[in-house]
């Protein structure tokens, strides 16, 4: 298993360009969730899913947008990339059996905005 | 809402001595809580969780957690550091779709 994979590793973008992170997971896991990781604020949630075809707003979410076609893969789309959008992206997936809801990790993506 | 503050965003241990990592959480209902390491440039892994069965949480790589109510407390502790705990950790609180994480507690580990 691969468990929680990441595309790219690394991006660097112009202000105004717009990209897609790809996050795949060979888990069979229903929820998926895109995070951004900035300094001293720990994770913050950007958009998730709870099942294929659904997605739902997080704690930040503006300038983001998602998509879940098909159950292994969640979709996190900059349309015109902001400065304040440099971050570094992670992407989790669990199954929220009962009892057990801990989020596998992918190894993140660093966007850097210029 | 359910909500976790970490306490200190930097412990420095030498290499053997205690390891302690303040955690205290906010819920309105039992909380599912979890304590994970980012090592740097990687992933967030998970070091062990509360579901509330034991109170005394044993998890990977010698570290530990207790669950205290009264004291909304869930604090990480390793009898001895080891160079290879220097990382970043993480205490997170489970709501009813995500979780809601810390802002971080930094471990440096000195010879």
């Known amino acids: 298993n691969a468990g929680v994979t990441q595309t790219p590793k690394f991006r660097v973008l112009k202000t105004g360009q717009s990209m897609t992170l790809l996050c795949a997971q060979d888990m069979n896991h229903e929820y998926m969730y895109w995070y951004r990781q900035d300094p001293g604020m720990g994770l913050r949630l950007i958009h998730y899913?709870?099942?294929?075809?659904?997605?739902a707003k997080g704690e930040v979410p503006d300038g983001y947008n998602v998509s879940r076609l098909k159950k292994q893969n969640f979709l996190l789309g900059l349309e015109s990339a902001a400065p304040s959008q440099t971050s570094v992206y992670f992407c989790a997936s669990s199954y929220p059996t009962s009892g057990s809801y801990e989020q596998y990790f992918g190894p993140g993506t660093r966007l850097t905005v210029t | 809402a359910q909500s976790v503050t970490q306490l200190g965003s930097h412990v420095s241990v030498s290499e053997g001595a205690l390891v302690l990592l303040r955690c205290n959480y906010s819920s309105s209902v039992p909380p599912y809580l979890f304590w994970y390491v980012q090592y740097p440039n990687k992933g967030l892994q998970l070091l062990l969780k509360y579901t509330s069965a034991a109170t005394l949480v044993k998890g990977i790589n010698g570290f530990e957690a207790e669950f205290k109510k009264s004291e909304t407390s869930f604090h990480l502790t390793k009898p001895s550091a080891h160079m290879s705990d220097a990382a970043e950790y993480f205490c997170?609180?489970?709501?009813?779709?995500?979780?809601?994480f810390g802002a971080g507690t930094r471990l440096t580990v000195k010879p």
């Open positions: 899913s709870v099942g294929e075809g659904t997605t």
């Open positions: 997170a609180v489970r709501t009813s779709y995500d979780m809601r």
